[in-house]
């Protein structure tokens, strides 16, 4: 109101028009009316072709079956519902998104509560018939409907797809809430102050306590045009932009896979492994932060330890596609106990002692990858030790080894 009231010179008598129009028992009145006009929903057919004229529904997330798969029950109670239908009529939408001791006041008018009641009205019966005006906002207009310009397509519900009958004919509808909350997610990634001190910890080779989280290959899906609240309320507050995350299978990069020749150890080659590298700069980083001695610490630090061992194991399988008996080549200065783990059908009798011999080198290697800048001693090279022996043992019982 302040707005337009600036706009009017101190003596037009339409001054006194709009402030009348504002009081409010007269606001109100007018709101009970026009919230018909408008439709909460947290599933919106607008986006789906905006000269749509079917059903938008609303249905509270934490109500749904949880699924494996992703959808809109993942967002449980916290979730922004949107609006369609008159943008003129939004305000009515801003007033009932107001909250009191944590519910809105649309949940309140839902539930019909006394309190909400008496503050709108004197008048008992003039409250609650506001209020059922209000609790109305997220109930679907009219009959249920789709539109010829909707999406629809059938989905076997059946065990023959030969028999017509044995098909529900879906109508699918934009997860408005969903996609707001994805949208946020990513902007607050993308462009947070948490998130740029973060890349800039990782460019300068920095420990930081936020993950950096990359989205290659993002597209940006603009729904409305010039008018992006002639779709929705949360369409308009991200200015039409609708996140398209890259759906790609990888592209395959298989590199040729050499045997370990010319070196005396076999982690002299996995150490140059570029998954191994990274792994092993992020303990080093995590480390050189002299994070807490306490349980979560401790955790983060084997999880990093039992990827290096994973890649380890991955290394080990690659080499094992060769063919029998390359550890034989004269070029091979591997020891007995590297032959036997890389090359078992051709390097000869396994050594007793394999997995305590790998599990010591191990220990030993990272140690050393370590060593610069970190002090690791004895303490830590019998903890990596333990935790080596212990998976190669775990893998031995499996009958991967």
């Known amino acids: 109101m302040n707005a337009k009231l600036e706009k009017l010179a101190e003596y037009d008598p339409k001054r006194a028009e709009l402030q009348a129009q504002f009081q409010p028992a007269i606001w109100l009145e007018d709101a009970a009316r026009r919230v018909g006009q408008i439709q909460a929903v947290t599933h919106s057919l607008k986006p789906i072709h905006p000269d749509a004229k079917g059903s ?52 309140l008018a839902t539930q019909a509560d006394a309190d909400l009641a008496a503050a709108l009205s004197d008048d008992p019966a003039q409250a609650a018939a506001w209020m059922a005006a209000f609790a109305g906002l997220s109930e679907a207009r009219g009959r249920l409907s789709s539109h010829t310009l909707a999406k629809q397509f059938y989905w076997l519900v059946g065990a023959d797809p030969h028999d017509d009958a044995g098909y529900h004919l879906l109508a699918p509808l934009y997860p408005t809430s969903l996609v707001h909350r994805v949208y946020q997610a990513l902007q607050d990634d993308r462009f947070s102050d948490e998130a740029k001190a973060a890349r800039e910890a990782r460019k300068a080779g920095h420990w930081h306590e936020r993950q950096v989280r990359e989205y290659p290959q993002l597209a940006i899906q603009s729904l409305g045009g010039t008018k992006p609240q002639n779709i929705s309320q949360l369409n308009s507050e991200r200015r039409g932009n609708n996140m398209l995350l890259a759906s790609l299978p990888p592209v395959w990069r298989s590199a ?128 990596w030790r333990k935790q080596a022996r212990e998976l190669f043992k775990a893998m031995e019982r499996e009958g991967v080894l």
């Open 56 to 107: 938008s529904l609303y249905r509270d997330p934490s109500s749904m079956q949880p699924l494996d798969e992703m959808g809109s029950h993942a967002l449980g109670a916290e979730f922004d519902a949107d609006v369609v239908g008159n943008a003129a009529a939004l305000d009515v939408y801003k007033l009932l998104k107001l909250a009191h001791q944590g519910e809105s006041l649309l949940s």
């Open 256 to 383: 040729e896979i050499r045997p370990v020749l010319g070196t005396a150890s076999l982690f002299k080659v996995f150490g140059h492994r570029p998954e191994a590298r990274r792994l092993t700069q992020l303990l080093r980083r995590f480390l050189e932060g002299d994070p807490a001695r306490n349980l979560e610490t401790r955790t983060q630090r084997d999880e990093w330890v039992e990827a290096l061992l994973e890649e380890l194991m991955l290394f080990t399988a690659e080499q094992q596609t060769l063919e029998p008996g390359w550890s034989t080549d004269a070029r091979c200065e591997l020891p007995a106990t590297h032959r036997a783990w890389l090359d078992p059908e051709g390097a000869g009798e396994t050594p007793p002692d394999l997995i305590d011999e790998l599990a010591r080198d191990f220990a030993n290697w990272l140690n050393h990858a370590l060593r610069t800048p970190l002090p690791m001693g004895d303490a830590e090279y019998l903890h």
